[in-house]
């Protein structure tokens, strides 16, 4: 294992004219437009894409990915060394470093924080640093993690957002008697360690941040980062509305452009469009439960989803929803995500095969499927009906039901859900994350769809302690075989990240990972 790993910025990932070479203006606040609104603002028992990219902005970690997504930079803490036998981690905490608050980060706080993060059923995300033993410290700077066994992807493990730094005294002074009921209270008040810090937040309108002023991380003019001073995430579900909204100049900001309205914004003097590398795949989820909501479920039955899958023009989808900017998954995980194998699309649109797999299932013609989608995403409506009509030609009547995000997020937790259109973002450079979360059962049910299978649960565990590269990348290329199979998904494209800025707005990054990286964000005046 390597120890500090350092990388230039990425600057294929900036917008507009980089900081070096302009006089960077400081102040200003950044009006940002979100599809939907975070659930729950702390790091550990969070989810969703929608808590974790704010929580980017509120809680450093010890290391911190580089915006290629792909090395390891110093983040709190400023160099790290793993032991010969690679069960030991030591890593050194920067000088004068402070909460929002102004109190000091301590060494109790980060030992805290690590073990809180893999305390067994503590949050989804406890898989990625399960290896943790125990954390201990040395005088007040120096923390060492004790492993139980070797892991490969620890250091990646350590920039994701779970291993948030966070101060101890004052969650177990928040109200509650379990940990998360303490995590509720101080979420509604967080005190953060990132550049930014919560300000206010108006649940389903608007949440406010405001720069940390304790903030450790300087900028090229030798000031504390962040240079703006806060940041307003409005909530906009609907596509265009967030579009009229930045091009009227009330936004300075917004994400998730439907890419049939990226050439326009391409053209548009005002707007910066760009498309941001990434490790995002988009899917269709099956629930596989044999009952569901007290009926027979037909997506139990694998060639009923593999007719599904080859019933499925995914080329024809890329360009009525992408305008041809995605590209067919040849796995469940994206081409970019380390040790992905396969370079063939998945289920290759093949009617006749379709029908021949509808009839091998016996699942009779007529069959009716319930499909959730986004209220006001211009982009899952497109999806939905073409696999609706699509889908006619095997006798299946497919019924799409637009709810919110709050709701639809609590269907799929609770399992509730038959089929739901959904997306994914790699947090490390690692592929234990996607696998853990999709093919090995114990984490959360193989994506809430209750999908199991004996061998890729081993093979998965193999790979956590598997110290030879070789052998490693062979456990996963298997795991990939299988689930790419029989798996509980009908995969769609890989797309990049459709982010439109004002041409004011220089050095913003959203790294492949997903993060929005505000920390060095400034606009012109």
Known sequence: MKTVITAALAVTLLFGVSQSALAVDRGGTLAYGRYADSLFLEPVLNDGNVDIW????????????????????????????????????????????????????????????????????????????????????????????????????????????????????????????????????????????????????????????????????KGEDGQPLPYLDGIDFQVIPDDATRILKLQSGELQGAEFIPYARVSELKNDDNINMELFPSTRVEYVTLNVRPQLNGKDNPLSNEKFRQALNYATNKRAIIQIVTHGVGTEMTSFMSKAT?????????????????????????????????????????????????????????????????????????????????????????????????????????????????????????????????????????EYARIQEIFNSTGPIVPLYETPYPVALSKKVHDFVQIPLGNNIFRSTWMSK
């Open 54 to 217: 704010v929580l980017s902005n509120l809680y450093d970690t010890l290391i911190l990915p580089t915006d290629d997504g792909q090395g390891l930079r110093p983040g709190l803490a400023t160099d790290w060394k793993v032991s010969e036998d690679g069960l030991s981690v030591t890593l050194t905490l920067r000088d004068g470093i402070k909460f929002s608050d102004g109190s000091p980060i301590t060494v109790d706080d980060v030992k805290w924080s690590l073990e809180r993060a893999a305390k067994p059923d503590n949050g989804i995300w406890q898989f990625l640093v399960q290896s943790i033993d125990h954390v201990e410290t040395e005088g007040d700077k120096t923390v060492v993690i004790k492993l139980k066994k070797t892991d490969p992807a620890i250091l990646s493990a350590l920039t994701v957002f779970n291993t948030g730094i966070m101060p101890k005294k004052l969650f177990e002074a928040a109200a509650g008697a379990t940990d998360a009921e303490k995590a509720k209270a101080f979420a509604e008040h967080p005190v953060s360690s990132g550049p930014f810090m919560l300000q206010s937040w108006q649940k389903g309108a608007d949440m406010k941040l405001a720069k940390n002023p304790y903030y450790w991380d």
């Open 338 to 474: 380390p040790l992905h194998a396969g370079d063939t699309p998945l289920y290759p649109y093949d009617i006749a095969k379709a029908k021949q797999l509808m009839s091998e299932s016996g699942v009779p013609a007529g069959s009716e499927l319930t499909l959730l989608t986004l209220a006001g995403n211009q982009d899952e409506v497109g999806i939905a009906t073409a696999l609706q009509q699509m889908w006619q030609a095997l006798g299946v009547k497919l019924n799409i039901q637009q709810v919110d995000n709050a709701s639809r997020t609590e269907q799929y937790r609770a399992g509730t859900f038959q089929m739901r259109l959904a997306a994914w973002t790699d947090d490390i450079a690692d592929p234990n994350e996607i696998t853990s979360y999709f093919a090995y059962s114990p984490t959360i049910d193989a994506i809430h769809t209750s999908w199991k299978n004996d061998e890729v649960n081993k093979l998965f565990e193999q790979s956590q302690s598997e110290t030879d590269p070789e052998k490693r990348r062979e």
